[in-house]
């Protein structure tokens, strides 16, 4: 059955983590169904991992589209949020209404996500009252890396952390059915686990969090440009990846490869009455 924003809620109700990760294509996407995955976000972390840019600001609505149609279609009862990425939500309400609902239908998004607190709370209203399920995004917020000056833990602070909570209580009341806490102390993140309603998924914010999310090729050591404190490498798929790369160059140069098992025959006759 399809997982959708109840599953979020009974998930909270019921004390039982949420899983997500992201992804963005359709083959990664039916492995993560397969493993049983609650949700998968197609992150604007795309534009890191699978773009090459150093930052998510240069990410376009094109790309977000074209990443989660994609998703969409491997992702068996898996729930897909789509990022919303830079400048397409901070414009104002009309903007964010209107990719919201792009997202939505050529993206096959049944969620979009957005970063921001009490600031971006009209637009959360405006696209929840659409019928567009809005997943919160606070703490550190990548979008804003150039304002925070890098990627940094954010609410350390008695005065951050307070600004965490409020943002974590405005976007609830704005219609967010859950909320992703980034970086931030473990021990903010559960307070604010205890005080919401929606459940809270972290990345880099403790286990005290409702679910966890983690950006699959850090998850799975595929991605070095840059390895945050939190990502812990559930397997070395990069390394594996490596050697059969190294096999496969081996093999053909030495023509091992194709062997007899990975070759089309045709009959002598016929070969024959072509020479
Ligand atoms: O873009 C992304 O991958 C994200 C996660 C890190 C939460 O926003």
């Known amino acids: 059955m399809k997982k959708t924003v109840r599953t979020f809620q009974m998930a909270k109700e019921n004390g039982r983590k949420i899983t997500m990760l992201t992804t963005y294509d359709y083959s990664t996407a039916r492995l993560m169904d397969e493993a049983g995955i609650d949700a998968v976000l197609v992150g604007d972390s795309l534009g890191n991992t699978m773009l090459g840019y150093e930052d998510t600001v240069s990410v376009t609505m094109e790309d977000m589209i074209h990443h989660g149609a994609a998703v969409a279609r491997g992702a068996g009862s898996m729930m897909v949020v789509v990022d919303m990425p830079f400048m397409s939500f901070q414009t104002g309400v009309y903007d964010a209404l209107a990719n919201a609902g792009r997202l939505m239908k050529e993206g096959r998004a049944a969620a979009v996500k957005l970063e921001g607190g009490k600031t971006v709370c009209p637009q959360i209203k405006a696209i929840t009252g659409a019928g567009i399920p809005v997943m919160a995004h606070l703490g550190l917020t990548p979008q804003s890396v150039n304002a925070f000056g890098g990627n940094r833990v954010q609410g350390k602070s008695e005065e951050a952390a307070k600004q965490i909570i409020e943002d974590a209580y405005a976007v609830q009341e704005a219609g967010a059915f859950a909320v992703v806490l980034e970086c931030i102390p473990a021990k903010l993140a559960s307070l604010i686990t205890n ?74 006759e016929v070969l024959e009455k072509l020479y």
Request: glycine residues 10%.
């Open 195 to 268: 005080k919401l309603d929606i459940p809270t998924i972290g990345i880099g914010a403790g286990n005290g969090c409702d679910g966890q999310i983690l950006v699959y090729q850090d998850m799975l050591g595929m991605f070095s440009d840059y390895v945050p404190k939190f990502a812990k490498k559930f397997a070395d798929v990069g390394t594996v990846m490596k050697s059969a790369f190294a096999d496969y160059i081996k093999e053909v140069s030495d023509g091992i490869y194709p062997s007899e098992e990975h070759t089309f025959k045709i009959d002598d």
